[in-house]
C-alpha cells in the first residue's frame, strides 16, 4: 500500500545539517496499522511529513515513497494537493487546528463536499452518521468546537481526517493530551476504524491496544519492525526494551543518557553511547537482521561479528 525505500530527510539550519530522517525503509500492507514509536525528536512527524509532502523550504529529502505505484517525491503539487485529504489524510497532532467559528459538522463536511462534489446538505448527513458511529450523537454536529471536551475535540479531529474516506490515514499523537479515560475510548475508536493507518505515539498503551506492527525510530533510523503482539511480548533490539522497561506497568526504569544530536550523530550504531551491551564490533552501524520475520538493527542479531 505504502512503500518508504530509504528515505533521507534533511534540514540545512545555521547550525549544520540536522539529520532528522536517516535511511528509513518499511511498508505498510493495506488494512494494516503500523505504528511508530521513539523518544522525542527521533524524527518521526518529520517522517509522516515527508509522505504527505508538508515539510518546510529548508529540508532536503530523498529516497522513494511509493503509493499506488508512484513515487509520491516526484508528484507535482497539483497531484499531491489530490492526493491529499482524499487519499492520503492526516490527523494533526494539535486541536488547534479547529476553526473556533466554524461548526465542526461544517468543518468535517468540507472535505467531503471538495473531494466528491456533493453539496452541503448530503455531506452534513454523511457527518451526521459518522458522528453517531463514533458515540458523538448527530445533533452534535451544529455545535462549535469549545462546545466539546478535550476529548470528543480528538474525536472530532478523527472524524475530519476520514470524512473524505481516505484510503491511507496518518495520525499523529491522537492521544496527546488525554487522560487515562479518553485514551482508552480513542483507542476503542481506531479499533473500529477499518483502514490502513500510520500512527505515531509516545502512548505504548494506546500502541499495543490498537497496531498491527510496530516500528521503533531512534535518532532518524528504524531500528527495529516487529508485530505488536511479539514486540510486547519480547522487544529484540536494546533500545525497544529500554522503552518497554520504562514503563511504569513493566519496571518504570528510565534509560540513561540523551538522544545524540542529529546534526553530528555518533558513528556505528547510535544507541551505544547508551546501551549496556555494546561492544567494540558497535563503533561500525550494524546491519539490518531478519529475525523470526521482524527486522533489527543491531549487532547482537547479525549473522557475523557479535561473537
Ligand atoms: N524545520 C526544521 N528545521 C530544522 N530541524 C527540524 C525541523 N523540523 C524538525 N526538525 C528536527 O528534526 C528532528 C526530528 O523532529 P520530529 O518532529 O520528527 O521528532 P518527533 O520524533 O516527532 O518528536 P516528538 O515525539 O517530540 O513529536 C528534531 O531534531 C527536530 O528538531
Ligand atoms: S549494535 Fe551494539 S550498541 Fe547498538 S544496540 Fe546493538 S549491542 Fe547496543
Ligand atoms: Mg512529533
Redesign the pocket.
Known amino acids: 500500500m505504502l512503500k518508504v525505500e530509504e528515505l533521507r530527510v534533511h534540514?540545512r539550519?545555521e547550525f549544520g545539517v540536522?539529520r532528522?530522517?536517516d535511511g528509513v525503509s518499511f511498508e505498510v500492507e493495506r488494512g494494516e496499522k503500523f505504528t511508530l514509536i521513539?523518544?522525542?525528536?527521533?524524527?518521526?512527524?518529520?517522517?509522516a511529513?515527508s509522505i504527505l509532502r508538508l515539510?518546510?523550504k529548508?529540508?532536503y529529502v530523498s529516497g522513494r515513497i511509493i503509493f499506488e505505484g508512484r513515487n509520491l517525491l516526484e508528484l507535482g503539487e497539483e497531484e499531491m494537493r489530490r492526493i491529499r485529504g482524499r487519499k492520503i489524510a492526516w490527523i494533526p497532532?494539535s486541536q488547534s487546528s479547529l476553526n473556533p467559528v466554524l461548526t465542526v459538522g461544517l468543518q468535517c463536511a468540507e472535505p467531503v463536499m471538495e473531494h466528491f462534489k456533493t453539496d452541503k446538505k448530503s455531506a452534513l448527513l454523511k457527518v451526521a452518521r459518522m458522528f453517531e458511529f463514533f458515540g458523538m450523537g448527530r445533533g452534535r454536529i451544529s455545535d462549535y468546537p469549545h462546545q466539546f471536551s478535550g476529548g470528543m475535540r480528538q474525536r472530532v479531529l478523527v472524524a475530519m481526517g476520514i470524512s473524505a474516506d481516505p484510503e491511507f490515514l496518518i495520525a499523529?499523537?491522537p492521544t496527546k493530551g488525554l487522560d487515562a479515560s479518553k485514551r482508552k475510548n480513542i483507542a476503542e475508536l481506531f479499533e473500529k476504524i477499518d483502514k490502513t493507518m500510520l500512527i505515531?505515539t509516545?502512548d505504548l498503551e494506546f500502541a499495543e491496544r490498537v497496531s498491527d506492527r510496530i516500528a521503533v525510530?531512534y535518532c532518524?533510523e528504524v531500528v527495529e519492525i516487529s508485530p505488536a503482539k511479539e514486540f510486547f511480548r519480547e522487544p529484540l533490539h536494546p533500545y525497544s526494551k529500554g522503552l518497554l522497561e520504562s514503563l511504569p506497568s513493566r519496571g518504570l526504569k528510565p534509560i540513561i543518557g540523551f538522544q545524540p544530536s542529529?546534526i553530528n550523530p555518533p558513528s556505528g550504531c547510535r544507541f551505544r553511547e547508551r546501551c549496556e551491551f555494546a561492544k567494540k564490533i558497535c563503533e561500525r552501524a550494524p546491519p539490518e537482521s531478519i529475525v523470526d520475520g521482524r527486522i533489527v538493527r543491531c549487532w547482537m542479531y547479525a549473522e557475523r561479528g557479535w561473537a
Open positions: 534540514f539550519t540536522v532528522a530522517v521513539g523518544e522525542s525528536g527521533s524524527g518521526k512527524s518529520v517522517l511529513q515539510l518546510p529548508n529540508a497532532q499523529d499523537e505515531i509516545h525510530m532518524g542529529m
